[in-house]
């Protein structure tokens, strides 16, 4: 049974940081194209950043250069490191893994970005 368990989010105030992490079971995160995902109340969610198998990383032009993903193969754990916070990155983030045909969602963690 696979599983991705988000963690991390919470009230942070704006120019802060938090660091988000995917716990995955039952897949090999290496093979798979890990990704952050978030929405906003009203909002689609739209995809933050991915991770490929090859180890090739691709953000949305609102969080270059603030936000960083990264993946520890061993502890089969995705992050996602969020620096200088703004309130429109306020959303739900979830993780996301994916290959070929198959897709896994984690069940979200809040992050609100207020003062």
């Known amino acids: 049974q696979v599983q991705l368990e988000e963690s991390g989010g919470g009230l942070v105030q704006p120019g802060g940081s938090l660091r988000l992490s995917c716990a995955a079971s039952?897949?090999?995160?290496?093979?798979?194209?890990m990704g952050w995902y978030r929405q906003a109340p009203g909002k689609q969610r739209d995809m933050v950043a991915i991770i490929t198998s090859d180890g090739s990383t691709s953000y949305i032009d609102s969080v270059k250069g603030r936000f960083t993903i990264s993946r520890d193969n061993v502890k089969t754990t995705v992050y996602l490191q969020m620096n200088n916070l703004k309130p429109e990155d306020t959303a739900v983030y979830y993780c996301?893994?994916?290959?070929?045909?198959?897709?896994?969602w984690g069940r979200g963690t809040q992050v609100t970005v207020s003062s």
């Open positions: 039952g897949i090999i995160v290496g093979l798979y194209a």
């Open positions: 996301n893994a994916a290959r070929t045909a198959t897709s896994y």
